[in-house]
């Protein structure tokens, strides 16, 4: 199963391949920064395919304008399974196993988001008396990231809601460092999970972009033992070493409470 933002076939217009091609020529003249600008407005339009956005990316000169280009045309193309059969004319092989796995880890965050809301609609309902009885605890900390056990930040992490909104409003951004800015203004006074902190990283395709991410939202994360999980989005290893000085030595500064590992617990999703 497929899952992006892709418009529906209504809600965009077909056009044949010749007449793809016949525009695809007659924009090639434009410079990078026309060219940039047009192919995204004929991608939000014209109901293009994973081979369009191929021949599209040919024609860009900077690896950074290709990359800003594909990650704009993932949320209007329906079907992503054989992304990986493509070179997209990256000139460093690095930029191109980036946005690969960018598709790979949201094909797999949508998955995972829709089999919890199957799992919800599909149990039992509870009477107020057995949530009682097997829940409900008034000597218990309640904590808002399953079964962690660890620092706890200042702010409880946004609802799903929210965070979905922030997502959307970051990937309607044209450029990276207009998320950034975005992103700094819409987090701040609010909290974020680890696991958010980690598909907010995912829009971003550049290792340095992906750390002023980290360093803009130190003083939001909720599960803040947790923070290791982001090396994950790295492979630079300098910035894997500054990601382990902050767990090591910052975190403390940032810390509000300590839940103990035997401390008795309550988990509530915000």
């Keep these: 199963m497929q899952f992006s933002y892709a418009q529906d ?9 010749a007449d793809f ?77 980036s ?4 598709v790979n880890s949201f094909q797999s965050e949508m998955a995972e988001m829709h089999q919890s809301v199957n799992e919800i609609n599909n149990a039992p309902v509870s009477t107020n008396e057995e949530w009682n009885e097997s829940v409900l605890d008034e000597a218990a900390k309640v904590v808002y990231v399953k079964d962690y056990r660890g620092k706890i930040g200042a702010n409880i992490p ?16 044209n450029y990276d460092h207009e998320r950034i800015e975005v992103y700094k203004r819409i987090i701040n006074g609010k909290g974020l999970s680890v696991d958010q902190l980690n598909g907010i990283m995912r829009l971003f395709s550049f290792e340095n972009d992906k750390m002023k991410v980290l360093n803009s939202s ?3 994360i909720y599960d803040l033992d947790n923070l290791g999980k982001i090396k994950n989005n790295f492979v630079n290893l300098f910035h894997k070493n ?20 035997d401390e008795n617990i309550v988990y509530q999703q915000n």
């Design 9 to 17: 076939d209504t809600d965009c217009v077909h056009i044949s391949q």
């Design 21 to 97: 091609e016949n525009t695809l020529k007659s924009l090639t003249v434009l410079n990078e920064e026309q060219y940039l600008n047009e192919v995204k407005i004929y991608t939000e339009k014209y109901c293009v395919k994973i081979e369009n956005v191929h021949m599209i990316s040919e024609h860009f000169s900077e690896d950074n304008d290709r990359m800003d280009y594909l990650l704009f045309a993932y949320h209007f193309v329906e079907d992503w399974s054989n992304a990986d059969e493509y070179s997209y004319y990256f000139e460093d092989e690095l930029n191109r196993e």
């Design 99 to 102: 946005f690969i796995n960018y």
């Design 158 to 173: 946004m609802n799903t809601d929210d965070y979905m909104a922030l997502k959307f409003t970051l990937q309607k951004q």
């Design 218 to 220: 130190l003083s939001s």
């Design 242 to 261: 500054e990601i382990d000085k902050i767990t090591s030595n910052d975190l403390v500064k940032y810390t509000v409470e300590t839940i103990p590992k």
